[in-house]
């Protein structure tokens, strides 16, 4: 009944989990683009019914096809690939935090006086408080809805150079 005290038992259960967790990264490998595959190193077969399950629209065979992507999931170390896919995911957390926050600073920009010009000035004295100055002019007194636009896009690249540099 028991195995060999080297050979640690591992349940069926747990079998079944580990397999629904391939499955699951699999499904997951389905949604990523083209160029994103070549930093994962992941083997032919696998890419290519990644690559399959993206053209099958029918829902039976699309089912059937990510099973056969969660068999292949088990017979490499996946440990490699959640990592990736982690850092992937946080990385893009992290863009549409830094997105979120020029946006808000675009918006008290707009909407403050000077106390919120001083502000930005503060936190990224590289800025140029003339050109700054002269873009948040722009975006206030367009003439209409669309120049209004315009010159807040251009405010918010500009935030977006200095933010970063």
Same mark, same amino acid.
């Given at each position: ?5 080297? =050979?640690?038992?591992?349940? $069926?259960?747990?079998?079944? +989990? ?5 499955? @699951?990264?699999? !499904? #997951? /490998? ?56 982690? =850092?992937?995911?946080?990385? $893009?957390?992290?863009?549409? +935090? ?5 946006? @808000?600073?675009? !918006? #008290? /920009? ?56």
């Amino acid at each position: 009944m028991y195995e060999d005290d080297d =050979e640690e038992y591992i349940s $069926r259960n747990q079998l079944k +989990r580990e397999a629904e967790e391939a499955q @699951a990264l699999g !499904e #997951r /490998l389905v949604t990523l683009k083209e160029a994103e595959f070549a930093a994962l190193d992941l083997p032919e077969p696998l890419l290519e019914a990644i690559r399959a399950a993206r053209s099958i629209r029918q829902h039976g065979a699309l089912r059937r096809q990510r099973q056969y992507i969660g068999k292949l999931m088990r017979k490499i170390d996946i440990e490699p690939i959640r990592a990736a896919l982690t =850092e992937r995911e946080q990385d $893009r957390h992290r863009d549409a +935090r830094a997105f979120k926050a020029l946006e @808000a600073w675009r !918006e #008290r /920009l707009l909407k403050e006086d000077d106390k919120a010009l001083n502000a930005w000035l503060a936190e990224h004295p590289e800025s140029d408080a003339a050109t700054l100055r002269d873009f948040i002019d722009t975006a206030r007194n367009a003439p209409n809805a669309a120049a209004r636009k315009t010159a807040s896009r251009a405010l918010f690249r500009y935030l977006s150079e200095q933010g970063t540099a």
